[in-house]
């Protein structure tokens, strides 16, 4: 079965909304003619709206980096799913491992935002991955396996996008060689299918962690490598749109 591919921008903690806007009038002309890829910008909460106002008549995408399980209430600092809708977004990132770091989420906690972000017909790009210690102790398949079952547990298989995110290559300039890349990717693969069936097929995997435009075309080349989540490389415009005109060799 032949999958979009899909490139995601996830800027971070990164852009004003002046900046935003800059980035897209640049960056919406270089990819006018990048048919054959999903393109998705996920900007900070407070640069949602500018974007939208800019992709509106665009084909690309518009991502939150992250949202609360529910619906409203006395969650002070927290954005509900139907707040992104509202502001113009189609898909949101869920279970970044900066979000399972830095504030703790757990795979009880992500799939309860994954269950809300369909009820409200977001797309998910649901995030997973190993760190450095659990890569070298043989963990890896492991970490993936109880990071897919318990956090896309009653989830169902539309609108869902995986990215493996190796934590050790996230913002390090380490990326994962192609071998590594797709051994995971695959593993992945039989693990959706072990879940969803047939409906897995569907499903996107994408890889991200130091993504630049000198690795994206190997990575691209990789059979079961349907996209790929970019940070820092996403940040600027000539730099993304290459990415987003990767060139696989398959």
């Known amino acids: 079965m032949m999958r979009k591919p899909c490139i995601a921008a ?11 806007r800059a980035f897209l009038n640049d960056f919406i002309p270089l990819v006018a003619d990048a048919n054959n ?13 500018a ?41 949101v990132i869920i279970g970044h491992s900066e979000r399972r770091h830095y504030f703790k989420e757990t795979d ?36 993936l396996n109880r990071e897919i079952c318990e956090g896309l547990k009653d989830v169902p298989a539309a609108g869902i ?4 995110e190796p934590i050790w290559a996230i913002g390090t300039g380490k990326t994962a060689t192609t071998e590594q890349a797709q051994e995971a990717h695959h593993y992945i693969r039989e693990r959706l299918a072990a879940l969803y069936g047939a409906a897995a097929g569907e499903i996107r995997i994408l ?22 989540l970019v940070g820092g490389a996403s ?12 060139k696989a060799k398959l």
Request: aromatic share 8%; net charge negative.
């Open 10 to 20: 996830n800027w971070k903690m990164n852009k004003t909304a002046a900046e935003t």
């Open 161 to 164: 996008t995986v990215a493996y």
């Open 207 to 228: 890889y991200g962690g130091s993504v630049t435009a000198d690795n994206v075309d190997a990575l691209m080349s990789c059979n079961d490598v349907d996209g790929a």
């Open 235 to 246: 940040l600027k415009p000539d730099i993304f749109s290459r990415i987003v005109k990767f």
């Open 37 to 49: 890829v999903d393109i998705v910008i996920a900007p900070p909460f407070t640069s949602l709206c």
């Open 108 to 143: 009880e906690v992500l799939n309860r935002k994954t269950i809300i972000a369909g009820k409200h017909e977001l797309k998910v790009i649901f995030c997973i991955g190993e760190s450095l210690e659990e890569r070298e102790a043989g963990k890896t398949f492991d970490v």
């Open 51 to 91: 974007a939208a106002e800019l992709l509106s008549d665009s084909p690309i995408h518009l991502a939150a980096q992250n949202l609360f399980y529910e619906e409203k209430g006395a969650y002070t600092g927290e954005i509900a799913p139907y707040m992104l809708t509202d502001a113009g977004c189609s898909h």
